[in-house]
């Protein structure tokens, strides 16, 4: 998380702490170029508390050592006169240590989420026309304690409207709008899609709605993954490419639209287009 974005929540106040909070990082560093900041020096538990990046750690000392205030941890010699090369030594260590860390747990959080889509369980809420069927973990240990998985199995009319949009959209070549519009003359038996927390449901279908499902290669049976940047820096919620996405090798609930429907559907066009995006 950038430094001005960190410090914003308000989780903490479920505690009883009795230090009061004034503020983040980004709080911090602006009172320490103050004349009349309210504090002298910075002390955290670790190096790794400032942040977890090197970089952004180096930042903020940077910072602070252009506004004459020292940085201490915890964890390493607090030295207020005399030679400080054992303490940057032991510092820079430990910074190296916790980017390691970091970087390392990432990696491995990655490749057990690949490994769940890989094995067909679902991530996150189940898209239109499926719903979460609920499974036994397959590790014991997680079993015993309550754990479970889901796969997808279809969603009564919803699959059937699934069904529906994708017939109109390869037999007639209708444009999303035109199946919106066909939609939404009888919305009992074809309900509208809910985002997630329906505080913005329309209670009607749309252009962007129809889309969205006839963009969606979950449909096709195979569970997929990564297909928008979730964490990346500058990037959230923005669409990877199709080789970034990760696919189980085989069908893993049943499919609403045939693979090779989907795959001609959204084939590349000589003008770059797919047939998804270029029939609107």
């Known amino acids: 998380m950038e430094l001005e974005r960190r410090g914003q929540r308000t989780g903490y106040e479920r505690f009883d702490i009795p230090i009061a909070r004034d503020g983040g990082i980004a709080d911090l560093l602006s009172e320490a170029k103050q004349p009349d900041r ?19 750690t180096l930042s903020v ?10 940085v201490f941890a915890s964890n390493e010699p607090i030295l207020l006169s005399g030679g400080r090369a054992q303490q940057i030594l ?13 970087l390392n747990m990432l990696e491995l959080s990655w ?5 769940h889509v890989r094995e067909g369980y679902n991530i996150g809420k189940p898209p239109y026309g499926y719903r979460a069927k609920t499974l036994r973990h397959p590790n014991p240990a997680k079993a015993e304690k309550g754990l479970t998985k889901t796969r997808l199995e279809p969603d009564g009319e919803q699959a059937e409207t699934v069904a529906l949009i994708a017939k109109w959209r390869y037999h007639e070549a209708l444009g999303f709008d035109t199946i919106a519009e066909r939609l939404n003359k009888n919305t009992d038996e074809h309900p509208s899609p809910r985002p997630p927390g329906g505080s913005r449901a329309r209670g009607a279908w749309s252009k962007s709605s129809v889309a969205d499902i006839l963009k969606n290669p979950k449909y096709t049976g195979y569970q997929v993954y ?40 959204t084939a590349p066009e000589p003008n770059g287009k797919g047939h998804v995006t270029a029939l609107i």
């Not at 032991?90 to 970091?102: D, F, L």
């Not at 490749?111 to 490994?115: D, V």
């Open 226 to 265: 990564n297909r928008r940047a979730r964490r990346s820096r500058g990037a959230r919620n923005r669409q990877n490419p199709p080789e970034m996405w990760v696919w189980s090798p085989e069908p893993a609930h049943e499919p609403l639209i045939p693979k090779w429907m989907f795959d001609e559907m």
């Open 111 to 115: 490749g057990g989420t690949c490994t």
């Open 38 to 56: 309210r504090f002298d020096v910075v002390i955290c538990e670790s190096v790794s508390r400032i942040a977890r990046k090197m970089y952004e």
């Open 61 to 70: 000392e940077r910072e602070l050592e252009r506004a004459e205030v020292p």
């Open 90 to 102: 032991q510092r820079r260590i430990n910074q190296s240590v916790a980017e390691y860390e970091v």
